[in-house]
């Protein structure tokens, strides 16, 4: 299953109008595989402009979860502990890409 996700959430970066957003996939991805971390790091990775605005786009499709602190994960598979842990983490790499942009 990994190969998939990877194959899906690469060419969802590199695609300009994807079928389903971003976030959608980046979200999806991270669910199926309880983890963030390898889909942050493949998104640092890709600083073309498309992967860029797909950042952006994130950001103000997860503005209401950034400002409340709910988790945008809602069909998360672990338990809500590590539910947390995963959104904490995307808010300190988000928090990181502010600071270098």
Do not use: Y
């Given at each position: ?53 797909h950042l952006?786009?994130?950001?103000d499709r ?40």
């Amino acid at each position: 299953m990994t190969g998939f996700l990877d194959a899906w959430w690469t060419q969802t970066l590199r695609t300009k109008s994807p079928s389903i957003s971003a976030c959608a996939v980046f979200e999806s991805c991270a669910t199926a595989s309880s983890s963030v971390t390898p889909w942050l790091a493949r998104w640092e990775a890709d600083t073309g402009p498309v992967a860029r605005g797909h950042l952006a786009d994130s950001l103000d499709r997860w503005r209401e979860e950034l400002t409340s602190d709910d988790s945008p994960f809602t069909w998360w598979w672990g338990t809500e502990a590590e539910e947390r842990a995963a959104w904490d983490e995307v808010k300190r790499w988000l928090a990181g890409q502010a600071r270098a942009s």
